[in-house]
């Protein structure tokens, strides 16, 4: 199976007129079993349509002309307009919210996430590319256009996570060289709050039947690394987790922010160094090119079914 | 984006926390009538952006206006790690009877504000919080609702104060909390936050750090601290290289072309995106790579903008070969930044072939991309070569062990 999607998922896309968002809503539709794009909203274009999908003014008239619930919407919308977007796609009660908006306050991600818990409702981003089930579907820009995205994913046993956009499609297409699949893949975001963490989305993967490892891309800069290890260490996860850092020079550069929003050295804990010992603490394994995490994730898994 | 001390203290000011009868000023002269004007022994503070000042001398006491204003004249001289002082802040010596600390920061896990606080101010908080836990209270804060006094008087009383004093206090630190959420600040410290042998409360000294992402939103308050769109306000102040790096990336809107860091070494670098380039200049250095730069491309830049960046690299004293390197693009192409590698190597009469000593972009547009390379002779390789190889590619091209 896979997390967060399958192909029965609906969903619309917020913003979708832009010149991005028309590109996503083409490769998303064209992509593995084809996405059910059912509606895109951008206020005071109603009645128009991008590739197919009929765009609304409302979050609550693509949900009427829908007919029903709808799952998931992708939020492609300007900085300074997402947080009222991703208020209106979860007072309307869609569950799953991709942010793809990079260079959003934080103030505002974090009242987005905290409405989205009170309704149940879970958001990945921002700045990220969504989430991908290799053939079956794909929610927001991940992977890029369909034939580029085929060619680096292929349906697997490994969960990938990953804090940058590009990496996530690297370190899978790497995995899909070795004849290694994935489960689903998610761009979680570079951002210094994000909707899910890799800890928040370890659940999911413990709960997929299909995924068997856990690969992770992680940055210096925020808690998020130490949550995990502290998540490993207290949950006895069935899933051996291969992890890369990259930035390590960052280290000796503190107060500066390279890469993402949320890559900044700020204190010791923030280190590469750091967290790639808190990590090995826990048992988890850290490459140190993308090119061995194959080799880790085939040596892990084969460690399981022998014992 | 960091404020200076006199600017801290100005923003708690205007939001109705107490302060003491401060002065900035950067000159001597002025530093002597603020002191006539506050008429007692004063304190003149260093307004540098880095710690550590008191130990470099960057605080001085002062019994007279002509002892304050030569304290002004030595300070304002006086480098600290590298910073020179923006000024000086004359402040009037306080008789202090208690020292607390108050404080506001992200808890970027449980994703809510938590306010901090204790009865040990003066010193480093999280040194408090290591040698003393219980003199530190916390308490985190909805983002849907607008900071609650009694949250502020749970996380006080946490550390045992009590009566008037935390009666006095509970106010400050709740309207600390709502400076922090107004001004989307990532940090709102007072410490310390005094009570004064007369029994009043004061901010004796405050830090603040204001969002990057929100500044465009917090335009009126930078405007009226003096606060230019031009001040970046990061660790170190931009080298000439990296200015030119940001014109480069402002020539148009598309795509990033641009995020550049200058570096001393010999290996010019043109590579993206954001976890990309993290990952690239770490694998150039594990192969004993000397990174002239640090830079970004990603969101599809235009030929021009890819040319910019490539050029600036190339122009950099000092640069032997470039690099051009990213992970597998999905939105970028690969066609485009290539043309733009080429142009830039031709205009400024380089031969494409060899001054570019590898040619590492996979993904889209790849095929149209390779036609380009291989018409100039470019080294390039797709997806089955490892960014680290890559990365150690051109390393041994530069240092002439690969031919």
């Not at chain 2, 750090?209 to 001040?231: F, H, S, T, Y």
Request: glycine letters at 12%; a negative charge; proline letters at 5%.
């Amino acid at each position: 199976m896979s997390i967060l999607l399958n192909e029965n998922t609906t969903f619309i896309v917020q913003g979708i007129t832009g010149r991005e968002a028309v590109n996503l809503t083409k490769e998303c539709l064209e992509y593995g079993k084809g996405a059910k794009v059912v509606g895109g909203v951008t206020p005071g274009r109603k009645g128009r349509e991008v590739h197919g999908v009929p765009v609304f003014d409302t979050v609550a008239q693509a949900v009427e002309h829908h007919g029903g619930p709808i799952d998931g919407s992708v939020v492609t919308v300007p900085p300074a307009f997402t947080k009222d977007a991703v208020f209106e796609a979860i007072e309307n009660g869609i569950k799953l919210i991709v942010i793809v908006t990079e260079r959003i306050p934080r103030a505002d991600v974090a009242q987005m996430v905290e409405l989205a818990d009170r309704h149940g409702a879970r958001i990945i981003g921002p700045n990220c590319l969504g989430a991908i089930v290799p053939d079956v579907i794909k929610m927001g820009g991940i992977g890029g256009p369909a034939k580029d995205a085929a060619k680096a994913y292929s349906p697997g046993f490994v969960g990938v996570m990953s804090r940058s956009g590009g990496m996530t499609t690297e370190i899978s297409s790497t995995l899909t060289a070795a004849g290694l699949g994935q489960s689903t893949a998610v761009s979680i975001g570079g951002d210094a709050i994000i909707g899910s963490t890799y800890t928040e989305l370890m659940p999911l993967f413990e709960a997929d039947e299909e995924t068997q490892a856990i690969v992770i891309y992680t940055e210096p800069g925020g808690r998020m690394e130490a949550e995990l290890a502290n998540w490993v260490t207290e949950n006895n996860s069935r899933l051996p987790i291969v992890a890369f850092m990259a930035g390590k020079f960052m280290d000796e550069m503190p107060g500066m922010s390279f890469g993402h929003a949320g890559t900044i050295v700020e204190g010791k804990a923030d280190t590469a160094t750091e967290k790639i010992a808190r990590l090995r603490e826990a048992g988890i394994a850290v490459a140190e090119e993308i090119a061995e995490i194959p080799g880790l994730v085939k040596e892990l898994v084969g460690e399981k079914v022998a014992s | 984006m960091r404020f200076f001390e006199y600017e801290s203290r100005e923003i708690v000011k205007r939001e109705g926390i107490p302060v003491t009868d401060f002065g900035f000023v950067t000159s001597a002269d002025e530093a002597r009538e603020v002191a006539e004007r506050i008429g007692g022994p004063t304190v003149i503070k260093s307004q540098v952006l880095t710690g550590g000042r008191m130990k470099a001398g960057g605080v001085q006491f002062a019994d007279t206006p002509e002892e304050a204003a030569k304290h002004a004249e030595d300070i304002l001289k006086l480098e600290i790690n590298g910073h020179m002082p923006r000024g000086v802040l004359v402040d009037p010596k306080a008789a202090v009877k208690q020292e607390y600390y108050a404080g506001v920061v992200w808890d970027g896990i449980r994703k809510k504000p938590v306010m901090l606080f204790s009865d040990m101010g003066g010193i480093d908080i999280e040194e408090v919080a290591e040698k003393h836990p219980d003199h530190v209270g916390r308490g985190h804060l909805s983002n849907l609702m607008d900071p609650p006094e009694f949250r502020a008087k749970e996380v006080i009383a946490q550390t045992g104060v009590t009566g008037r004093q935390l009666q006095r206090l509970t106010p400050i630190l709740a309207q600390l909390a709502r400076v922090f959420v107004k001004y989307d600040m990532t940090l709102a410290e007072i410490n310390p936050l005094v009570e004064l042998e007369d029994g009043t409360f004061v901010a004796l000294d405050a830090h603040m750090d204001m969002e990057n992402e929100a500044r465009p939103r917090q335009k009126a308050i930078l405007k009226d601290l003096g606060v230019g769109d031009e001040e970046t306000r990061e660790a170190r102040e931009a080298t000439p290289f990296e200015i030119a790096g940001e014109e480069v990336d402002a020539m148009d809107h598309r795509g990033v072309a641009g995020n550049v860091t200058e570096f001393d070494g010999n290996l010019g670098l043109v590579i993206g995106a954001g976890g990309g380039s993290l990952t690239l200049f770490d694998a150039v250095r594990k192969y004993g790579g000397e990174p002239a730069n640090y830079c970004e491309i990603g969101g599809n830049p235009s030929v021009a903008k890819a040319c910019g960046l490539a050029k600036l690299v190339l122009s950099k004293p000092g640069v032997d070969k470039i690099a051009v390197m990213m992970s597998i693009v999905s939105n970028t192409r690969v066609d485009i930044v290539a043309r733009g590698v080429i142009k830039a190597c031709l205009e400024l009469g380089f031969d494409p072939a060899e001054k570019i000593a590898i040619f590492r972009i996979p993904g889209a547009w790849e095929d149209e991309g390779y036609k380009i390379l291989e018409k100039y002779g470019v080294e390039y390789c797709d997806r089955s070569v490892s960014m680290h190889e890559a990365a150690k590619r051109a390393v041994e091209k530069i240092q002439g062990v690969a031919a």
